[in-house]
Nanobody, 118 residues
Framework: VQLQASGGGLVQAGGSLRLSCVAS????????MDWYRQAPGKQRELVAT?????STNYADSVKGRFTISRDNAKVFLQMNSLKPEDTAVYYC???????????????WGQGTLVTVSS
């Protein structure tokens, strides 16, 4: 299973970006999909999660500004009112079951850089 993220770039504070991530390959099912981010010198942190049923959860730092959504094997992150502290490499992942008999495993995309200038 491969995940391909896109949509990062340079934006001014207050601006918006939309990240996309597509999962491809052979699998039985994809459960939750997440977006993480890692800023320079900091640990990777969970930004948002969306389940198969469409339930969502957000980090406190992005609530009200970011929206995660999903369309089957695609996951999106709409980021509004961006702040310089949102600057990071953003990673998508997927909780994948390769077959009915195998456990759920976590697959990661390659990351896309978001830079917010002040």
């Amino acid at each position: 299973v491969q995940l391909q993220a896109s949509g990062g770039g340079l934006v001014q504070a207050g601006g918006s970006l939309r990240l996309s991530c597509v999962a491809s390959g052979s699998y039985f099912s994809i459960n939750a999909m997440d977006w993480y981010r890692q800023a320079p010198g900091k640990q990777r942190e969970l930004v948002a999660t969306v389940t198969t049923e469409g339930s969502t959860n957000y980090a406190d730092s992005v609530k009200g500004r970011f929206t995660i959504s999903r369309d089957n094997a695609k996951v999106f992150l709409q980021m509004n009112s961006l702040k310089p502290e949102d600057t990071a490499v953003y990673y998508c992942n997927a909780h994948v079951r390769r077959s009915f008999y195998t456990p759920v495993l976590l697959y990661w995309g390659q990351g896309t850089l978001v830079t917010v200038s002040s």
